[in-house]
């Protein structure tokens, strides 16, 4: 059972344009959400999170907007640069339990054309 | 600041031969993670280790076994590798960071053929 189901799988913006990735979780007890984008031949790295007391959250160019009632919440990159190509993984955590499990999604390749 | 370590980067393997792969970690986080991760599927997680002496299996354990050595080190073992483990394989850690949720550092991985 998949409990955080992304979307698009891939992406291809052109440069200057606005990349949007969505994803939906099911379990009501994640109480965390963080992006991870990942370069070729490289490991994950958290790139923005978000509490779900909070319906929006903005680091320079990336901003995850988030709708509890959903169950959703979303990735968006303004004005996308080359350097922005890379595979992006949402995720959701439940911290409750001691452990900080990782339910990641399975992934959206964005490429940005110049 | 090496963060995290993963040894070996690349290993091709015969079906029925067992390897370890290791993973260190210098940041003194107490939980350490193994995931493998294969196309279209994202990250999956093997097993974990929440604190020192500790082990869980998570999403797809079977075929593999854990050591949590110390607090830094935490290993995978394949005992009889198959084709269907072929994959990368990452080894996070995170720390204790009340109120400000979870973030796992990733290791470069290790990419396993099994032939």
């Known amino acids: 059972q998949q409990q955080v189901k992304q979307s698009p799988q891939s992406l291809i913006v052109q440069k200057g344009g606005i990349s949007i990735i969505n994803c939906a979780y099911e379990?009501?007890?994640?109480?965390?959400f963080p992006w991870y984008q990942q370069f070729p031949g490289k490991g994950p790295a958290l790139l923005i999170a978000?509490?779900?007391?909070?319906s929006e959250k903005k680091e320079g160019r990336f901003t995850i907007s988030f709708n509890k009632s959903a169950k959703q919440f979303s990735l968006h990159i303004m004005d996308s640069q080359p350097g922005d190509s890379a595979t992006y993984f949402c995720?959701?955590?439940?911290?409750?339990?001691?452990?900080?499990?990782?339910?990641f999604g399975k992934g959206t390749k964005l490429s940005v054309i110049p | 600041n090496a963060g995290v370590t993963q040894t070996p980067k690349f290993q091709v393997l015969k079906t029925g031969q067992s390897m370890t792969l290791q993973c260190a970690q210098d940041?003194?986080?107490?939980?350490m993670y193994w995931y493998r991760q294969d196309p279209g599927m994202g990250l999956r997680l093997i097993y974990y280790?929440?604190?020192?002496?500790?082990?869980d299996k998570g999403e797809v354990p079977n075929g593999y076994n854990v050591s949590r050595l110390n607090k830094r080190e935490f290993s995978l073992r394949l005992e009889s590798a198959a084709p269907s483990q072929t994959s990368v394989y990452f080894c996070?850690?995170?720390?204790?960071?009340?109120?400000?949720?979870?973030?796992?550092?990733f290791g470069a991985g290790t990419r396993l053929s099994v032939l």
């Open positions: 996070a850690s995170s720390g204790p960071q009340r109120g400000a949720g979870n973030i796992q550092y």
């Open positions: 280790s929440a604190s020192e002496g500790t082990t």
């Open positions: 978000i509490r779900p007391d909070v």
């Open positions: 940041m003194n986080h107490n939980s």
């Open positions: 995720a959701a955590v439940y911290s409750g339990a001691g452990s900080y499990q990782l339910t």
């Open positions: 379990n009501t007890a994640f109480d965390y």
